[in-house]
């Protein structure tokens, strides 16, 4: 039995994280079993999420978890592609998760107009100490944006750069079904966790403006949560 832990649903996505959301998904899209529990990220082998149990072993880091599940179950979501699309579909992963998530993940936890309705989400029911802790966990991720350097761009500058990404998801789905093609591949996990947190979370960020504009993104979302996330069927755009 394989144990997925996580941060648990919230804003209407099987989980905010992209990471968390992009290794359930690989999970149901590659049929293995699993059981999710909600972590205690302190508790975590690399202070992150997500993680998986299997064989009496904790994996931390969705890539080296997914890695572990080909090796134990086999590579099923490879079938029928060559080593050119397995390559580029590599970098296209690596684009979303050290470029795109730099600027998510700011425009939530650091912009102005959405701090607070994180920390209401995340820290609300701790009263005072949860707005200190939300304090230090503001000061760490503002040192960690910063370090890689999204951060010593201007907010306008951050969105023109995001309008870039989005119209580069556009491109690279055209008119298929899925990123994969005829059906939902590997790299299908990782852009439907990104394009499912751009469109449902009621948080106000031009990925949400953008991605909600574009049909073909709204489209994907919606196959993708029939096809892997029917419990979430509520979510679908119409």
């Given at each position: 039995?394989?144990?997925?832990?996580?941060?648990?649903?919230?804003?209407?996505?099987?989980?905010?994280?992209?990471?968390?959301?992009?290794?359930?998904?690989?999970?149901?899209?590659?049929?293995?079993?699993?059981?999710?529990?909600?972590?205690?990220?302190?508790k975590a082998p690399k202070g992150k999420l997500p993680c998986i149990e299997m064989d009496g072993k904790i994996i931390p880091d969705s890539y080296f978890a997914i890695e572990a599940l080909k090796e134990k179950f086999g590579d099923p979501?490879?079938?029928?592609?060559?080593?050119?699309?397995?390559?580029?579909?590599?970098?296209?992963?690596?684009?979303?998760?050290?470029?795109?998530?730099?600027?998510?993940?700011?425009?939530?936890?650091?912009?102005?107009?959405?701090?607070?309705?994180?920390?209401?989400?995340?820290?609300?029911?701790?009263?005072?100490?949860?707005?200190?802790?939300?304090?230090?966990?503001?000061?760490?991720?503002?040192?960690?944006?910063?370090?890689?350097?999204?951060?010593?761009?201007?907010?306008?500058?951050?969105?023109?750069?995001?309008?870039?990404?989005?119209?580069?998801?556009?491109?690279?789905?055209?008119?298929?079904?899925?990123?994969?093609?005829?059906?939902?591949?590997?790299?299908?996990?990782?852009?439907?966790?990104?394009?499912?947190?751009?469109?449902?979370?009621?948080?106000?960020?031009?990925?949400?403006?953008?991605?909600?504009?574009?049909?073909?993104?709204?489209?994907?979302?919606?196959?993708?949560?029939?096809?892997?996330?029917?419990?979430?069927?509520?979510?679908?755009?119409?």
């Amino acid at each position: 039995m394989v144990v997925l832990q996580k941060f648990g649903p919230h804003f209407g996505v099987p989980d905010p994280s992209p990471f968390v959301m992009k290794l359930e998904t690989y999970l149901r899209l590659a049929n293995i079993d699993y059981t999710p529990v909600n972590a205690d990220l302190r508790k975590a082998p690399k202070g992150k999420l997500p993680c998986i149990e299997m064989d009496g072993k904790i994996i931390p880091d969705s890539y080296f978890a997914i890695e572990a599940l080909k090796e134990k179950f086999g590579d099923p979501l490879a079938s029928g592609l060559t080593e050119l699309q397995l390559a580029q579909h590599h970098m296209f992963r690596v684009g979303l998760e050290n470029h795109t998530y730099f600027m998510l993940f700011p425009y939530r936890w650091l912009h102005p107009q959405n701090a607070p309705t994180m920390q209401k989400a995340f820290f609300g029911k701790m009263g005072l100490p949860g707005k200190l802790i939300f304090k230090i966990v503001q000061r760490d991720m503002r040192r960690t944006v910063h370090g890689q350097g999204m951060l010593r761009h201007s907010w306008e500058e951050i969105d023109s750069m995001i309008a870039v990404d989005i119209k580069a998801l556009e491109t690279l789905l055209d008119e298929k079904p899925f990123f994969g093609g005829d059906e939902p591949k590997e790299i299908d996990a990782t852009t439907f966790s990104y394009v499912a947190n751009m469109l449902v979370p009621e948080i106000d960020t031009p990925f949400r403006k953008l991605a909600r504009a574009s049909r073909p993104l709204i489209d994907y979302h919606n196959r993708m949560t029939e096809k892997v996330f029917p419990d979430y069927k509520d979510t679908m755009i119409i």
